[in-house]
């Protein structure tokens, strides 16, 4: 296994390193051990010398003490020197005892014997007297001091043995260590040898088989040159290599067949569609947009009604889902005017890093002829009801006013009912032609600039009326400095006092009714009824706009036509209307209008 091999390539090195450190503390301890004794007792032999030569000096100045003063004194003088010289004469007997010291040491009590018998008879006599007595003890005197020179010399020369030794086994010691050290270089560069040829390769063989797979080459396989760890690596590269080449062989079926699926699903699609990159540029076209590209009377660029939503599409990453006639666009085909309801999509991809906007023309002309076939024959049916309604209206009049004879009270009851139901249904029949007018851009705004604040005054003095006699309160917020707006006054006024009027009819008796505007993004300004009725079924929420549309189970009069009309009014002043309600928690009506 790897590891073995490892500790194996390592163990030389081990043990070069292991003989070196013993080496070195064998020295260490014969540094520490005997030749440092040898040095400490060579040393204190040469002061002992030092201590005696002056033990016999002082003796010597007793002697001349004796003859010069006081015998006594020359005495006591004489045998403290003695004794401190015995003493270390026997200190150095004991320390050299049975060693190459010891004649010396002997020949050097023998000279110490000899002076003190010579000196102790010179104090006897007072001093050295006579000649000859004196030269006996300067003859005894020599021999001591020339004695302890000689043992000094010796010990010197000791010395001098040890420190020549220490030297040499410390040359020694340094050649060894600058062997070893030599020696673990060299051992160094065949161990980084080896491993670079057992470890480094595969190692490198490996590395570059994953930058190789990192550029996309699956193909790329690691030599299996071993059974062990190493080996086993390069195994596991190379399994995963097969799964990775497996994998993406799958991927790539997967890929086509989806993209052919698109294809298929794209050239199938019976309206036009066209996928564009960021800048414009057209990626993909499926039969139907080709067809259309390629008709005479299709202009080179897409028209306003496209080019302006496909940039905010492209800007804002938002999709353009349109859901009425007004954003239709038409183009001529085959001699034939088509109608198409624009559906323009955002695209991103950050895999492939695309981004563009895909634009779905859906084919709505028949749904358009219909459409205004609708709303003609809306419009003509109300034309044509209003006329002979406005004379039996009339009548009705005529008859209640009693100018043609009296009526008896179940009479003019009878005929006050028909009133009312004359009535409403002159308010349905103007409702629906404004509405057909709206829906068919036939009428034209009468616009003026007037103030937020002024507006809202206005609408409330107006509304609190009803809103009163319903049992309910009026409100009123607005934000300061919102400024003025153009707007056309009558059919505005149309559009708050249905709104507040549906508020009054649907709030419980003491409830509140907010009447509010307040700033809103992009320079328009917010208005909103809010009331605290019981609300608005879910379901229903997104279709009260509609025409004739009543939520189930309501029990209020109503045609279904107001917030229809107050659609088309806000859509033809450029702005926008909505509605939010939560059951049992009241309904708010808001719409924005351009500064």
């Not at 309206?271 to 057209?282: A, I, M, R, W």
């Not at 028949?366 to 309604?389: C, I, M, W, Y």
Request: charged share 20%; hydrophobic share 45%.
């Amino acid at each position: 296994m790897l590891r073995t091999r490892l500790h194996l390539g390592l163990l030389p090195f081990l043990l070069l390193l292991l003989a070196t450190g013993s080496y070195a503390v064998i020295v260490s301890r014969q540094f520490t051990g005997s030749m440092q004794r040898e040095l400490i007792a060579d040393y204190a032999a040469v002061l002992a010398s030092q201590r005696m030569r002056a033990a016999a000096m002082a003796m010597s100045r007793a002697t001349s003490v004796s003859a010069r003063s006081d015998p006594l004194e020359a005495q006591r003088i004489f045998d403290d020197a003695r004794a401190s010289f015995t003493r270390e004469l026997m200190a150095q007997s004991t320390a050299a005892a049975a060693g190459s010291r010891a004649p010396l040491i002997a020949a050097l009590d023998e000279a110490l014997h000899d002076y003190t018998q010579q000196a102790g008879a010179a104090l006897r006599l007072g001093g050295p007297g006579s000649l000859p007595t004196t030269q006996r003890l300067e003859t005894a005197l020599y021999r001591l001091f020339a004695a302890i020179e000689e043992l000094n010399r010796r010990d010197y020369a000791a010395a001098l043995a040890t420190a020549a030794r220490a030297e040499s086994l410390a040359t020694t010691t340094l050649y060894v260590v600058l062997g070893g050290i030599a020696a673990a270089l060299l051992l160094s560069l065949v161990l980084a040898w080896r491993f670079s040829s057992f470890l480094l390769q595969p190692i490198q063989e490996l590395t570059a088989s994953v930058l190789a797979i990192g550029d996309g080459n699956l193909d790329q396989e690691v030599p299996e040159r071993s059974r062990d760890e190493l080996g086993q690596l390069a195994r596991a590269f190379n399994h995963m290599s097969a799964k990775l080449r497996a994998y993406r062989d799958a991927t790539l079926a997967h890929v086509v067949r989806t993209q052919r699926t698109m294809e298929a699903t794209l050239t199938s699609a019976p309206d036009p569609v066209f996928v564009l990159e960021n800048d414009g540029t057209h990626t993909v076209r499926n039969p139907a947009a080709e067809r259309l590209v390629q008709s005479p009377d299709f202009p080179a660029r897409f028209p306003p009604e496209l080019a302006e939503p496909l940039a905010q599409v492209m800007a804002s990453g938002q999709h353009y889902l349109p859901t009425d006639y007004r954003h239709v666009v038409s183009f001529r085909l085959d001699r034939e005017v088509r109608y198409y309801l624009p559906r323009i999509l955002a695209i991103g991809d950050t895999l492939t890093a695309f981004k563009g906007a895909a634009i779905i023309l859906q084919d709505v002309t028949q749904f358009r002829l219909l459409d205004d076939a609708k709303t003609n024959l809306a419009g003509t049916v109300s034309h044509e009801l209003k006329t002979p309604l406005t004379s039996l209206r009339l009548a009705i009049y005529l008859l209640l006013e009693q100018n043609v004879g009296a009526l008896a009270p179940a009479q003019r009851e009878l005929l006050e009912t028909a009133r009312d139901d004359a009535d409403r249904l002159l308010r349905i029949l103007d409702n629906l032609l404004d509405l057909t007018r709206l829906e068919a851009g036939a009428t034209s705004l009468d616009l003026t600039e007037i103030s937020v604040s002024e507006l809202l005054a206005e609408i409330a003095a107006e509304a609190r009326s009803f809103i009163t006699a319903a049992g309910a309160r009026l409100e009123v917020r607005s934000a300061e400095e919102l400024g003025r707006i153009r707007v056309d006054g009558v059919r505005i006024r149309h559009v708050f006092i249905n709104l507040l009027a549906n508020a009054a009819k649907f709030s419980s008796p003491g409830g509140v009714i907010t009447l509010s505007a307040a700033a809103a993004p992009l320079g328009f300004v917010r208005f909103s009824v809010h009331d605290t009725g019981p609300g608005i079924p879910a379901e229903s929420v997104a279709q009260v706009f509609e025409r004739f549309y009543r939520a189930p189970g309501q029990t209020k009069a109503g045609a279904g036509l107001g917030l229809a009309i107050a659609r088309e009014i806000i859509v033809a002043h450029c702005g926008s209307i909505a509605c939010m309600s939560e059951p049992g928690k009241g309904t708010e009506f808001y719409f924005q209008l351009p500064r």
